[in-house]
């Protein structure tokens, strides 16, 4: 590796560490209900959104009334989508007389973005409207990523509050929008548009090549959706091949500003915690953790990336320059491989390689952060996962250091324990099953591809759909399996989302009413170096304790040879 | 008597053999259930074996040896597990037959209804008889003074080291089970039971009849049916995975593979680490009531500890005599000799003694003829009147100057420096006039100071309760290094520092033995009860000392963490155990499929039913070797949490894992030699 591909990467992360502390303080303000300048812009149109829909954002709500707001609002987002989606041929910003999509391709559709999965079984330009681009994707990827969010603030209050509650949903769902998420990605957008992404309600232009060929070029609300997209970790694309587009990801910069926007609220998030429950020393140990995990995916992928792709051996091609295959010749090999690893450990799932060309071990790297889903994660699920980690870990290293194991001076009861085992076991199950589903059905019998290629592609997509991520090898589905995909990919999605997400919140309710114990500092085994050195053994153990037969049979067995 | 104990241990030997088998009846195994899940998987392996037809043609291969020896060693794993939990058992039974023996008996007088005082024995006693108590005894029970009036001793009991006066009427006619009558005569009535019922339910508990799961052995337990779960789904869908390349794997090598990953060592021995934690505690002679109150007190982090008996030897001892301005030394000494040659207390002995080795001496015919004048409630006094009418009496100053001797300044002064220091100082004085001053000291007892700095060391607080007067109060709390004290403290004191540290969310301990100990006692997270004390006390604790010593609050403290540790340390062991199984069964399992996977076969174990055998003999016999582990418990140390976290990572995770990867080759070479 050259040195500007590690300055490059450094650079990076160096850049991603720092904005997403500051915005992980200004949320965790906000959250506390600090005030700030935004208050005098957003103040009032909250307030008349609250009366509008008549609620008390005072009114401060227990875990069930928390979980019900939550799942009712998801609920109603999610059939406001289908309905867009489902009328859109006689939905007005229809410029390019788009028709309709299969229903079970709205449901699914519909599933995937408001999961914040954003896995696309169709092709945007092609197949939405502007409407439906705006209305039901633009739309939900706010919705969705606030949604994540609003659970890892709820979790957080689960562990400063003693009184049993975790804060008013519908404010803190509003406010994450028009605090965080809005205001960011209006300035985010008007960069994009200033970069080159098109911004416009008219329709796809011909161009006269200059071999007097035609090129339709496909335009629409893109810089709009951009924003949002890296922003809530969504990483659904406007265009089918997603941020591989220029007109997604037109320069170099745009292609930082993308990677460093999602990565900035899931770590940012880690931050806020800290700074809520007064213990930043804790926060800077979490992300340091959930840091060394990603730096060691992406040290492996950079690895297998550095050498020759073993597909093209024997070809007359140099490959002394790394693996270029799937690879944006504007991007170095790090910054692409870089992308990778980022859209996978942080959910988004969008990046800016072709995956299938990808080194088979470079493809077990980046499963293997969305098989672990808290380094750091997904907007507000990553610091979920986050969390429920810490809970086990503080539970098993408690144990060693001969005291009832604490969660910040909270003891863990066995309330807390049972939610927090059964989330740990939802996220396996829901990957393994439907795979294994999928070969004895026969709908996976992918005859055009080697099997361990097939298998790999198999197990990515469920890996991906579970982990809400939405990168996709793409070519799983054919004429007779669509149907059976589709369904499965959404109660994959939806089990993967809501399933967690409810635990999550049981876990916060338990919490919030355990009264914490006031704690000696030589006790507290939280803040010590060597519990971050435990958690992130643990991790690794426990995941590679769980997928490390399926990862040997698919990705590394491709990567070994067979 | 070594034969009758060899015999017994013989006999609960035989009592863990049988109990590993009865642990084969269905509805026993069912009770643990990862090692249900093996004993379902062996049921499976031996229908595999003995019955092929049944599976039609479901099985890939049918190697009839390769099943065999899989079901036996399943087999073999259950029974370990079965032993180490009947073990444990037995030990528990053993340790409750002895604990039988220990019911403290003392002599009582029993007056019957002509008025006749009979001698028996303590556990005679029942609540409503009348009892006769006289100078020098050991009150044998609870009772309440009826008629007349005694000096009782309650140091032991109540860490009171004034004498406290008895007598009908009021509020201080209760006379405290264990302690000592230092002079007058009275009748009592026994106001409880003996504590054998007490006993005999503690005796129940060890023996096992009602053990319950305490709330982190119930979350651990969840963790493991969790993961068990999850691995089956694991192994369970690598069946239709493989078939998708075409490949049948084995079955054999799957529920081989399932075993090993399943946390059988922590599932196999975490009974055995309940028992054996209770069984230890009571071989400190301590009975927990329940295992609850074990793991409590490894949670603990204030400890409320009583000055008399537990940082000092409870009796204070004479250390200085210090001649008044212009008096004679040698005379002083003879006059402190005079005062104590007939008391018999602690405090009068080592006057006597001290005065004695600084050259005072006494004709025996003086001595025979000295009155001796007790400690009276009245005269807070004691001393000896000469024949020739010369009254020499010792006391505090607040007594003497009541009795109208006038006190100067200098020997006020060294009053003050004395109490300064951690001492009772004494005024001596003849015919009401001053001599000198008799220095009493608390003895510390030796290596407290070192036990309190490594509570500190553990982040555990120490406050120190006494009813001494606040200057001995702060000397002594310096001298041993307590974080806090409390002086002239009474009951009441206990449980209003207990209710603060608990609203302050602090978890504490106390010991105690008196009846007005028994709120306290209640409300402290561990309250520790002295068997001597009463039973009032005894039902309000969660935990009795047989020994009655109170410093061993300490150690409950530490075995209530080496319990939890205990389960930490072996379920980290379990986890890193599994990661070197894979590395031993998943290039096995698909080397004919995958052969590049041989990469992974880090241990160069061929072929491939030996790695799956070895990795299964290794999972097997880890659960006896560990068995002393979980019987004796984890070494535990006093240092901070994270040096303890530290440690055990590397013993037991890293050791966990490098202990698998070495023992499953061993085995491997070693079975080696007779594969074929």
């Known amino acids: 590796m050259e040195f500007i591909e590690f300055a490059q990467m450094a650079f990076l992360v160096v850049v991603i560490l720092v ?18 300048f935004l208050d005098r812009y957003f103040g009032p149109l909250e307030n008349g959104l609250y009366r509008l829909m008549g609620i008390n954002p005072r009114h401060e709500m227990d875990w069930k009334e928390y979980l019900k707001a939550f799942l009712l609002t998801n609920a109603a987002l999610g059939i406001i989508a289908f309905l867009v989606l489902f009328f859109q041929q006689s939905l007005p910003l229809n410029p390019d007389h788009v028709g309709s999509l299969p229903p079970l391709l709205d449901f699914a559709t519909a599933a995937s973005f408001l999961t914040n999965t954003n896995l696309q079984h169709y092709t945007g330009e092609l197949q939405l409207s502007y409407f439906s681009q705006m209305g039901a994707i633009t739309f939900l990827m706010f919705t969705s990523a606030a949604a994540g969010i609003v659970v890892a603030v709820a979790m957080i209050r689960g562990i400063v509050n003693q009184n049993g509650t975790l804060g008013n949903f519908y404010r803190d769902f509003t406010i994450t929008i028009t605090r965080v998420l ?47 997209k890296f922003l809530g970790t969504n990483g659904g694309g406007f265009y089918g091949a997603d941020s591989a587009y220029p007109f997604e990801n037109p320069t170099a910069l745009s292609a930082y500003l993308q990677l460093i926007t999602e990565a900035s609220i899931p770590f940012g998030l880690i931050f806020s915690y800290g700074h809520m429950v007064r213990n930043p020393r804790q926060a800077r140990m979490l992300v340091t953790v959930t840091m060394g995990l990603f730096l060691v995916g992406l040290a492996i992928a950079l690895f297998a990336e550095s050498g020759p792709n073993a597909l093209l051996h024997g070809l007359p091609i140099n490959q002394v320059a790394g693996n270029w295959a799937g ?24 990046p800016m390689v072709a995956l299938n060309q990808m080194s088979p071990l470079s493809v077990a790297s980046a499963m293997f952060g969305m098989e672990v889903q808290g380094s750091p994660g997904g907007a507000g699920t990553g610091l979920m996962n986050l969390l429920v980690y810490v809970v086990l870990a503080v539970f098993i290293s408690g144990l060693m250091v001969g005291r009832t194991p604490e969660f910040l001076g909270k003891k863990i ?66 004429q007779q399996n669509t149907s059976f995909f589709l369904a499965m990919e959404s109660i994959v999605m939806l089990t993967g989302r809501f399933a967690p997400i409810t635990l999550a919140l049981a876990i916060a309710g338990v919490m919030s009413s355990t009264k914490p114990l006031t704690q000696t500092k030589s006790l507290a085994v939280m803040d010590d170096p060597i519990f971050a050195v435990f958690l992130f053994l643990f991790i690794i153990v426990l995941s590679a304790l769980l997928f490390l037969p399926v990862l040997a049979l698919g990705p590394l067995a491709g990567y070994l040879g067979g | 008597m070594l034969s009758e104990a060899k015999k017994q241990a013989r006999r609960y030997r035989r009592i863990a053999v049988i109990g590993s088998f009865t642990g084969f009846l269905p509805t026993r195994a069912a009770r643990n259930p990862v090692m249900f899940v093996v004993y379902l998987s062996t049921v499976l392996m031996g229908l595999v074996t003995l019955l092929p037809w049944l599976f039609g043609g479901m099985l890939g291969g049918y190697n009839f040896d390769f099943y065999l020896e899989i079901t036996v060693i399943l087999l073999l794993t259950l029974w370990f597990a079965n032993f180490s939990e009947a073990l444990a058992d037995a030990q528990g039974k053993a340790n409750a037959e002895s604990l039988k023996g220990l019911r403290s008996e003392t002599e009582a007088r029993r007056i019957d209804s002509e008025g006749a005082a009979r001698t028996v024995m303590s556990s005679e006693l029942r609540k409503g008889d009348l009892i006769l108590l006289k100078e020098g005894d050991t009150v044998p029970i609870d009772s309440q003074v009826v008629e007349g009036a005694v000096v009782v001793n309650e140091s032991m009991m109540t860490g009171e080291s004034e004498p406290q006066v008895k007598e009908t009427g009021g509020d201080k006619d209760s006379v405290l089970g264990g302690t000592i009558i230092l002079s007058g005569e009275a009748k009592a009535r026994v106001s409880n039971d003996p504590g054998a019922t007490f006993l005999d339910q503690m005796i129940n508990l060890v023996e096992g009849a009602n053990r319950q799961k305490t709330q982190n052995e119930i979350a651990l337990t969840q963790l493991l049916i969790t993961l068990s779960i999850v691995l089956i789904v694991v192994i369970t869908t690598l069946i239709p995975i493989s078939g998708f390349f075409r490949f049948a794997v084995d079955i054999g090598a799957l529920v081989a593979l399932l075993i090993c990953l399943l946390p059988t060592t922590i599932g196999a021995l975490l009974p055995s680490i309940r028992i054996a934690g209770v069984n230890r505690v009571v071989r400190y002679n301590v009975i927990a009531k329940s295992g609850k109150a074990v793991e409590t007190a490894g949670d603990l982090d204030v400890l409320l500890l009583d000055k008399t008996g537990t940082i000092t030897m409870g009796n204070r001892v004479a250390t200085r005599i210090i001649p008044a301005r212009g008096k004679d030394e040698k005379e002083v000494l003879l006059t402190a000799y005079i005062s104590s040659a007939l008391d018999t207390t602690p405090e009068g002995v080592s006057t006597m003694r001290l005065a004695y080795a600084r050259g005072a001496r006494l004709d025996k015919q003086v001595i025979s003829e000295l009155k001796p004048v007790k400690f009276t409630a009245e005269t807070r006094m004691s001393g000896s009147d000469m024949p020739d009418g010369t009254s020499v009496r010792k006391g505090s100053v607040e007594a003497m100057e009541r009795a109208g001797t006038s006190v100067p300044e200098d020997i006020r002064r060294k009053v003050h420096d004395a109490s300064m220091e951690g001492s009772t100082p004494l005024l001596l004085t003849k015919n009401g006039e001053i001599e000198g001053l008799i220095v009493l000291q608390d003895i510390v007892k030796p290596g407290i100071d070192a036990r309190i700095a490594e509570l500190k060391n553990m982040g555990i607080r120490t406050i120190m309760v006494t009813g001494d007067n606040f200057l001995t109060a702060q000397s002594i709390a310096k001298k041993v290094g307590v974080d806090e004290f409390r002086a002239e403290a009474t009951p009441k004191d206990k449980m209003e520092i207990i209710a603060r540290e608990q609203s302050k969310n602090h978890l504490i301990a106390m010991t105690g033995d008196g009846s007005n100990d028994a709120p306290a006692l209640a409300q402290a997270d561990v309250g520790l009860a002295m068997n001597s004390g009463t039973a009032v006390a005894k039902d309000a604790a969660n935990m009795v000392d047989l020994d009655s010593d109170p410093t ?27 990661v070197a199984k894979y590395f031993a069964i998943i290039p096995a399992m698909f080397s004919s499929l995958l052969p590049s996977l041989d990469v992974l076969n880090i241990l160069q174990i061929y072929p491939a039913p030996l790695a799956v055998l070895s990795t299964l003999v290794f999972n097997a016999i880890i659960i006896p070797l560990l068995i002393p582990v979980a019987m004796r418990g984890v070494r535990f140390q006093a240092t901070d949490a994270p040096t303890l976290l530290r440690r055990n990572m590397l013993l037991y995770g890293l050791g966990g894992l490098l202990s698998a990867f070495i023992g499953i080759k061993l085995i491997a070479m070693f079975l080696g030699l007779f594969y074929v």
């Open chain 1, 19 to 36: 904005v997403s502390y500051y915005l992980g303080i200004y949320m965790g303000r906000i959250y506390l209900g600090k005030r700030s």
């Open chain 1, 182 to 228: 809005l205001p960011i990605s209006i300035v985010e957008a008007l960069i994009f548009v200033y970069l080159g992404i098109p911004q416009t309600y008219q329709g796809a232009v011909v161009a006269h090549t200059i071999n007097m060929g035609a090129q339709t070029i496909f335009r629409g609300p893109v810089a709009s959706l951009e924003a949002i």
């Open chain 1, 327 to 350: 690879k944006e010749s504007r991007f170095s090999v790090a910054e692409s491989t870089f992308s990778l690893i980022l859209n996978t450990y942080t959910q988004t799932g969008a």
């Open chain 1, 413 to 478: 009861s066995t309330g807390v324990m049972k939610y927090s085992v059964i989330f740990i076991m939802i996220h396996p199950i829901i990957i393994l099953a439907p795979v294994a589903i999928s070969v004895m059905s026969g709908f996976a019998s992918l005859s055009s591809l080697p099997p361990n290629e097939a298998f790999t592609a198999l197990l990515y997509e469920f890996t991906s759909a579970a982990a809400n991520n939405g990168s996709s090898f793409g070519y799983l589905l054919t």
């Open chain 2, 552 to 578: 061993k609050l300490i150690e409950v403290v530490a075995l209530g963490k080496q319990l939890l540790i205990t389960r930490g340390a072996l379920t980290t062991f379990s986890i890193t155990n599994d």
